[in-house]
């Protein structure tokens, strides 16, 4: 199983970026797999965005990203999106796409996540 991240850029406080992760090698709807996006800003720990899983679509956010994120999910191009919107500096980090089963109570932690993506980087400017 390969995941491509893809769409960090630079981007002005309160703009937006859409990141994209492809996943190959496996097909992931109607699974029980979940995809989930992380981040890791220099000399911070790495931290849970957002989740969401194949089969239903449930998502799941990380308190500092709830209401101005979105995750979602395309079937049929077997990639995962997070839609980032009203950026502001603190969301500056590398963010990765990674694929596992954790159980629910679990799915913050990175390492439940079996499969990852290299990271691409998100800089939010003031």
């Known amino acids: 199983v390969q995941l491509q991240a893809s769409g960090g850029g630079v981007v002005q406080a309160g703009g937006s970026l859409r990141l994209s992760c492809a996943a190959s090698?496996?097909?992931?709807?109607?699974?029980?797999?979940?995809m989930g996006w992380f981040r890791q800003a220099p000399g911070k720990v790495r931290e849970f965005v957002a989740a969401?899983?194949?089969?239903?679509?449930?998502?799941y956010y990380g308190d500092s990203v709830k209401g101005r994120f979105t995750i979602s999910r395309d079937s049929a191009k077997n990639t995962v999106y997070l839609q980032m919107n009203s950026l502001n500096p603190e969301d500056t980090a590398v963010y990765s796409c990674?694929?596992?089963?954790?159980?629910?109570?679990?799915?913050?932690?990175?390492?439940?996540?079996?499969?990852w993506g290299q990271g691409t980087q998100v800089t939010v400017s003031s």
């Open positions: 090698g496996r097909t992931f709807s109607r699974s029980r797999y979940f």
């Open positions: 969401i899983n194949w089969s239903g679509g449930n998502t």
């Open positions: 990674a694929a596992g089963r954790p159980a629910l109570s679990a799915i913050r932690l990175s390492r439940m996540y079996y499969y």
